[in-house]
Structure formats: C-alpha cells, structure tokens
Nanobody
Framework: QVQLVESGGGLVQAGDSLRLSCAAS????????MGWFRQAPGKEREFVAS????????YYAESVKGRFTISKDDALDLVYLQMNSLKVEDTAVYYC???????????????????WGQGTQVTVSS
C-alpha cells in the first residue's frame, strides 16, 4: 500500500503564491507517476499536473500552465506543487495522487491513478 499526505494548503489572496507538499510512504517496488488533482465545490475532480518517474516529463492542465510548477525530491519522497498568481477559481481541495507501473502519464482521468491522499484545502479570496 501507499500513503500520501498533503500539506501546505490555506487561505490566501488572489495573486499570492502557495506551495503544496505531498509526503509519500509505503510500496516502492514499481516505477510510478506522481500528480495533483483538485476538486471545487459542486464540480468534478480535475487534473492539475503530473510528473514522471525521472522527473523530466511534466504535464499541466491548461488552466494552470505558466502559473503552477510540479517537482519532486526522490530522496525525501516528497512531491511539490508551487502555485503562483493564484486566482479565485483555483479554490479547491487539492489531492496528491500516484499512478503505479508508469514512467510518465498525461492522463487526466482520476480513474488512472491508483492512490490518493486525503486532500488539502486551498482557498483564494478576491
């Protein structure tokens, strides 16, 4: 099993920055992709970004391209989501995810990812 624990969420103003972290533990017998999804009230879960096994392949939703950056620290088993120029519409619960047995993935389907964290709330006020 894999455990994913997000942190770093909070209440910020539009235009501010925030960095989310995801601490991973558990099963390590496979290559995998890490990513972030988000879910706003009354909306479906939405892909935000993914990072491949080597760290070089990165994919972003159009809505966050140029503002968000995904990265990881393999030595610490941490994944980050740096969010700049935050907008009110970025308000959501952000989930860390892992897709096993893949070197990279551009999939934006929640069902493609095997493990999910509990989520961290990000609220952006105007």
């Amino acid at each position: 099993q894999v455990q994913l624990v997000e942190s770093g969420g909070g209440l910020v103003q539009a235009g501010d920055s925030l960095r989310l972290s995801c601490a991973a533990s558990g099963r390590t017998d496979s290559v995998y992709v890490m990513g972030w999804f988000r879910q706003a009230p009354g909306k479906e879960r939405e892909f935000v970004a993914s990072i491949g096994w080597s760290g070089s392949a990165k994919y972003y939703a159009e809505s966050v391209k140029g503002r968000f950056t995904i990265s990881k620290d393999d030595a610490l088993d941490l994944v980050y989501l740096q969010m700049n120029s935050l907008k009110v519409e970025d308000t959501a619960v952000y989930y860390c995810v892992r897709k096993m047995h893949s070197y990279e993935s551009a999939s934006m389907q929640p069902s493609s990812y095997d493990f999910w964290g509990q989520g961290t709330q990000v609220t952006v006020s105007s």
